[in-house]
Each structure stands twice: as C-alpha cells, then as structure tokens.
C-alpha cells in the first residue's frame, strides 16, 4: 500500500496523544469515584446499606443471580469501560489513513471495451509443424477466444500478409468474427507493422493513422501535399497526439499473432512506439515451433523462422507480455490466459473510499455501545 498524501501520516502522532488523555481522565475519574466512596462509608451509609440487604433475604441472592446473568450478557465492566474508546481509536486512526489517500494494487474488471486482433495469413501459416497446418490451428484458436470475450467486448480483426487489410470492423457479434475468420486466405509476404499500424487506426479512427501515410508521407507523419484544387482521394494529416505513459489506455488493445519475419511495409518496432505514445499495449504471440517450418512456395522450398526478438520487442515498448505457442494447444493455452489478463487487471487504485467507509462503521459502533451501556456518547 502506498500513499499520494503522505505528508498527511504525521497526523498519526496525535493517536498517542489522545490515548494518553484519555488514560488520564479515567484514572481522575477513579480518583473521584473512591473519594466519593470514603465520604458515603463515613456518612453512615454502609450501615444502611447492611440493613437493607438484611431485609431483602432470599430474594436479593436470586435478583444478584440474574444481575449477575445479564452483566456476562451485555458485557463485563472492564469490556465495556474499554471497547467504545478502542473501537474510536480505530475509527480515528482510519479516518487520518483515508487523509493521506491510500491507494493499493487489486485487481478489477478491465475497462478495455475493444480489442484488435491482428492475425497472419501469411504463406508460412501453411506450414505442418503444428497439426493440421499453422492456419487451422490459429482460426481454431482464435475463434475460441473471441468467443470466451465478455459480451460487451467489441473485437476487431486485422489479417496481414503483404500489406494488412481490416477483415472484420470492431463488432460485439461473435457470429461475425467467426465468419471473418473462416474466410482468412493465405497471401505472399510479412508486414508486421503494418499490421500494428492498422490497429491502431481501428482503436484511433479520428487520428488520420493510415499506412499511405507512413510509407510515402513526409518525415514527420504528415501526409502527402494535396495537388492544386484538392483531391478527394488525398490523405488528411494525422492529428497531433499528446504522448501518455505507455500501457497506460485502457479502453482497448491490440494482440498480434505472427509466425514470420518481418519482410515488407514499415519496421514493426516503429510502429510500436506509435502505440506506446497512445498508451496502447501490443500483446504478441510468436507462432510455430523455434526451429521453423520448411514450406512449399510454388515448388520451391523455404525454411521459415519468425522473428521472436521483434515480437519481444514490441511487446516490451508497449507494456504488454510476449508469449510462445509452438502447438495448437500451446496457443489455445495463450489465448485462455490473454482472456483473463484482458478481462481482469491489477490496477493501482485509490482505496480512500473503503478507509472513509471503515472509519465511520467503527465510530457509529462506538457511539452506539456507549449509548447503550452508559445512556451517553462518551
């Protein structure tokens, strides 16, 4: 637990304090009790007290039974000369907590309500070393995951190869995304960043994000010059964006599944950086085995490896975790995990709220122990 007011802990030295002055009227209070005592013994009021109990007889031995009864029930005298003010010491000291505004790590419900998912189609998915081929395996798995997505989770698809191409706009109908995953066809080349730039504009479609832009636009990311009397067809200039802490969106983020190097389009680790300035985590799942995979591309056959450092790379600019799937179970296993990390988070969250609350329990329990016992708040 940590504290954004800390300055506001030195308020706990008054707790001592208190617990001293109160340890001090009571020990007055005794004071004044037993003196009291002495002056009524002298006035001859123990006699009286004598003869009273005399007459009583029989009866006061069965009332002080019961007395006797009731005082266990509600308390014995030195519980009920003690738990109000502890439990207002208490109270106190949750209240001076609250002050300093405590905050814990916990974990919550995710308020991510879109995701993009960015899937290769690229040749090397028709690669055997997972069974059937690398392609079943990720439709099957995919589809299982989109399925396992709370229902109020919008979910995008992005399939790449040679370029990327948005196979599936963010909809929250299942039915849909499983349909846009069957029609998945398998295309020459790797553009892993375009893949991710393209998320980004799915997440960010009032930004101006667009490839065009990246490959051929000016340094810098403006656009192309529009010709003389406009053009339809040109690009607007993406909109300046104020950089945040990277991981730190929480409305939605982006999961990338390759199982290829990088062979074409804009560096993927640029594009990387892109999110981490929005805040946006890039989840990346390096497909197939480390070894690679030797695959037929028109009677000529290629030994294909992916590009795991990129992977790691991407995922650790944005925030996010890489993970490994060498078989179609291994990457069922990853998408069950990326479901609870997407559905769940631990967050860093102010818990002020509970302090407050604790504190007020504790003292209204206090007052109301003291009002029952002593018929006053003290």
């Known amino acids: 637990m940590s504290f954004q007011w800390p300055e506001m802990l030195w308020l706990l030295g008054v707790l001592p304090l208190l617990?001293?002055?109160?340890?001090?009227?009571?020990?007055?209070r005794a004071v004044r009790a037993a003196a009291f005592g002495r002056l009524f013994v002298d006035s001859g009021g123990a006699g009286a007290a004598s003869s009273a109990a005399g007459v009583s007889?029989?009866?006061?031995?069965?009332?002080?039974a019961r007395e006797?009864?009731?005082?266990?029930?509600?308390?014995?005298?030195?519980l009920r000369q003690y738990l109000p003010p502890v439990l207002l010491g208490f109270a106190l000291l949750?209240?001076?907590?609250?002050?300093?505004?405590?905050?814990a790590v916990i974990t919550l419900p995710s308020r991510q309500q879109t995701l993009v998912l960015a899937?290769?189609?690229?040749?090397s998915m028709r690669a055997q070393d997972i069974n059937p081929t690398r392609m079943s395996a990720a439709q099957s798995a995919v589809k299982a995951f989109v399925q396992d997505l709370p229902a109020d989770v919008r979910v995008a698809l992005v399939s790449f190869a040679g370029n990327a191409a948005l196979a599936q706009p963010p909809t929250r109908n299942r039915e849909e995304l499983v349909a846009a995953v069957d029609r998945f066809e398998l295309q020459r080349g790797t553009a892993t960043g375009s893949a991710i730039l393209l998320s980004l504009a799915t997440l960010f479609p009032d930004q101006g994000l667009d490839l065009e832009t990246v490959l051929f636009g000016a340094k810098g990311g403006t656009s192309p010059t529009p010709r003389a009397g406009g053009d339809k067809g040109a690009k607007a200039a993406p909109r300046a964006v104020e950089p945040v802490p990277p991981g730190s969106y929480r409305s939605g983020a982006i999961v990338l599944l390759s199982d290829g190097r990088r062979t074409t389009g804009p560096d993927p680790v640029e594009m990387a950086r892109l999110a981490a300035e929005r805040g946006v985590k890039v989840y990346t799942v390096g497909f197939g085995t480390a070894q690679g995979a030797e695959v037929d591309l028109g009677g000529y056959s290629m030994f294909m490896r992916f590009d795991e450092e990129a992977l790691k790379a991407v995922a650790e600019i944005t925030r996010a975790e890489y993970f490994h799937a060498g078989s179609e179970a291994d990457l069922r296993k990853v998408y069950?995990?990326?479901?609870?990390?997407?559905?769940l988070e631990r967050a860093e969250t102010e818990v002020t709220a509970l302090f407050c609350a604790a504190a007020a329990l504790l003292a209204l329990l206090s007052a109301g122990l003291s009002v029952a016992w002593f018929g006053r708040i003290a």
């Open 57 to 64: 007889g029989t009866a006061g031995t069965a009332g002080g």
């Open 68 to 78: 006797r009864w009731w005082s266990r029930l509600r308390g014995g005298p030195r």
């Open 336 to 343: 069950e995990g990326l479901t609870s990390k997407l559905v």
């Open 19 to 28: 617990a001293y002055a109160w340890t001090a009227l009571q020990r007055r």
């Open 94 to 103: 949750a209240a001076l907590l609250a002050a300093a505004r405590p905050t």
């Open 119 to 123: 899937v290769d189609v690229s040749l």
